[in-house]
């Protein structure tokens, strides 16, 4: 399977979840929201299969070479949102930066 297939929804923190779906969870979100909450175990597994990646193969997106799901910092994680397009990295500017 490719990025392009569509996936049947997929089990996610108890609840059928979609692609689009999983746009709206905490793990998605920007962390400067205050909202933004490390994704668990299985809802990396979730992201994986949506895109038709291994976990090898996401990991690979950030440089790192393992099999199993870590913890993930949230660069890394923001990075295989961006890359599925599951998120959109907006511009930073000197307006958007909270001191």
């Not at 969870?25 to 909450?37: A, K, N």
């Not at 992201?47 to 291994?54: E, K, P, R, V």
Request: a negative charge; one cysteine or more; proline letters at 4%.
């Amino acid at each position: 399977m490719n990025m392009s297939e569509k996936y049947e929804p997929y089990k996610v923190s108890g609840s059928n979840t979609s692609l689009e779906n999983f746009k709206t969870l905490p793990c998605s979100c920007d962390i400067r929201t205050g909202e933004y909450i490390p994704p668990t175990a299985e809802q990396f597994s979730a992201l994986c299969h949506f895109l038709g990646l291994s976990i090898y193969d996401a990991y690979q997106i950030v440089g790192r070479a393992q099999h199993e799901y870590t913890y993930i910092d949230y660069s890394e994680w923001r990075l295989i949102l961006i890359t599925g397009g599951i998120v959109q990295q907006e511009l930073i500017t000197q307006n958007t930066i909270k001191y």
